[in-house]
């Protein structure tokens, strides 16, 4: 059973990089997209990007309104995937979700969630 | 910029018939965009429900079910029950690798 964990500091201050985490642990993260997803309080979700690792290579695609300032990457030595976000405000205060993301050949299912890890961006 | 709505709130009667709908401020939905549909309850991480517009997703019971109605996808609870009480968000993928979210939906059964 595939289960995903996020983790990363839960403040961050205002223009900062904010950095963040997602174990996978039941499967090796190889062949599938791994999607972030980001809900502010009190408000809806937020797709944010996905990286997608075929063992060689990588792909990447990110939401247009948060290209500029992203980066989410791989580590398959530690089935680990990685969000970067930079020059963060208090609009970046959200839940972040890492899920698993099967592409549209297998319906375009998110079909497995991280808990979520809060993270305020306050001086 | 592509915007998917959803109605920000309904109700239902327990043991009543709910269909929430999910669109685009501009087009029509069709299978095309993999309308998903996912179960949201206050500080837990989302449930995949219906993908692919009408898929359940394992263990998800028959009384949801996904179509598409008319220009929009549409999430039908059937016999609706109180811990059905929750946030319903649908997602559409528009291309090009990317995927909306809708706003979502609270879902008040009473």
Redesign the interface.
């Known amino acids: 059973q595939v289960q995903l964990q996020e983790s990363g500091p839960g403040l961050v201050k205002p223009s900062e990089t904010l950095s963040l985490t997602c174990t996978v642990s039941g499967d090796s993260i190889s062949s599938y997209y791994w999607s972030w997803i980001r809900q502010p309080p009190g408000k809806g979700l937020e797709w944010i990007g996905y990286i997608y690792d075929s063992g060689s290579t990588g792909s990447t695609n990110y939401n247009p309104s948060l290209k500029s300032r992203l980066t989410i990457s791989v580590d398959t030595s530690k089935n680990q995937i990685s969000l970067r976000l930079s020059s963060v405000t208090a609009a970046d205060t959200a839940v972040y979700y890492c899920a698993r993301w099967r592409g549209v050949m297998r319906g375009g299912v998110f079909d497995v969630w991280g808990p979520g890890t809060m993270v305020t961006v306050s001086s | 910029q592509t915007v998917v709505t959803q109605e920000p709130s309904f109700s239902v009667s327990p043991g009543g018939t709910v269909t929430l709908t999910c669109g685009l401020s501009s087009g029509s939905v069709s299978t095309s965009y993999?309308p998903?549909w996912?179960q949201q309850t206050p500080g837990?991480?989302?449930?995949?429900l219906i993908?692919?517009t009408k898929?359940r997703?394992s263990g998800v019971p028959d009384r949801f079910s996904g179509s598409i109605l008319g220009t929009k996808a549409a999430l039908t609870i059937t016999g609706a029950q109180a811990d059905d009480e929750s946030d319903y968000?649908c997602?559409l993928?528009i291309g090009?690798?990317?995927?909306?979210?809708?706003?979502?939906t609270k879902l008040t059964v009473l």
């Open positions: 993999y998903g996912y837990r991480a989302p449930r995949t993908y692919n898929t997703s968000y997602v993928y090009g690798g990317t995927s909306v979210f809708g706003g979502g």
